[in-house]
Every structure is written in C-alpha cells, then in structure tokens.
C-alpha cells in the first residue's frame, strides 16, 4: 500500500465540491477507507463520538461504482437527517454489486462539513498496482 495515504484516503482540491482520492487493496477495503474518508469531512475526531446506535446496512446495486455511491449516500443521510455518525464499520459481505454492514456511532453536535450528495462526477474504480483506486466527489 502507498505510504502516503497512512489512513487509506486523503482530501484533494477541487473546484465547486469536496473530493477524496481512495484507495485499497480490494473492493471491501476501498468502500471502508471511502466511508473512514467522508466521516473524517463530517467531523473532527470521529473516535470521540460515542457508540450509542448500531444500524445494519443492506445494498444491491448494479456495479462497484453505484455501490460505493449508494454505501456513502446512506451513510451521509443518516448523518443530515439523524445527526447520527457512523465510524465504526463491519463490512461482512462485499461484492461488486452488493454490501452487508454493521454500523456503529453516535449523535454529533454538529456537523463541520455538510454533504448533500454523493456524486458520479467523473467516478471510476481503476485497478493500480497496489489495490483499486477512486476519486470520490461530494456535493456540498
């Protein structure tokens, strides 16, 4: 794994919305570093929430790109409607096209960056040499 990315993502500069570059050795770790990724936007110290609420997460969709937009949707939904922040991630089953999750985390009072979407703006999962590869933008 690339050394520069110690957390698996990292915050990269663009125009209108905020982006992440994501990476991980596999489909599984991708969509947790992508998750890990959006809540660090959401919130500073995510560790420090308390772990008050614990949700499992169903999703089909019809390919890896839909299903990482789909995963962060539902993530970033329950954070504007509920205030609730899930950090903690148990991705049991993961396909290309489908997720099972346990999600844990707790009510935050208040959010430093609000996502209103998940985009498909130029979202490409590409194989690298070290594992898979994306560039994620939120709509803020």
Do not use: C
């Not at 993502?9 to 990476?23: G, N, P, Q, S």
């Not at 949707?73 to 954070?79: I, M, N, P, R």
């Not at 960056?113 to 994620?136: R, S």
């Amino acid at each position: 794994m690339d050394n520069s990315l110690p957390r698996g993502f990292e915050e990269i500069e663009h125009t209108a919305d905020w982006a992440l570059r994501v990476r991980g050795r596999d489909l599984k770790e991708l969509l947790l570093n992508a998750a890990r990724g959006m809540v660090a936007l959401m919130i500073d110290r995510p560790a420090d929430l308390p772990v008050e609420v614990e949700q499992v997460i169903e999703l089909e969709s019809i390919d890896a790109e839909s299903l990482l937009v789909d995963w962060l949707s539902e993530l970033a939904f329950w954070a504007e409607t509920e205030m609730i922040v899930f950090h903690q991630f148990d991705l049991h089953h993961v396909t290309p096209t489908s997720l099972r999750a346990t999600v844990r985390g707790g009510h935050a009072p208040h959010l430093k960056k609000h996502i209103k979407a998940v985009t498909y703006h130029n979202l490409e999962i590409v194989q690298t040499p070290q594992g898979l590869e994306t560039t994620i933008v939120f709509d803020v």
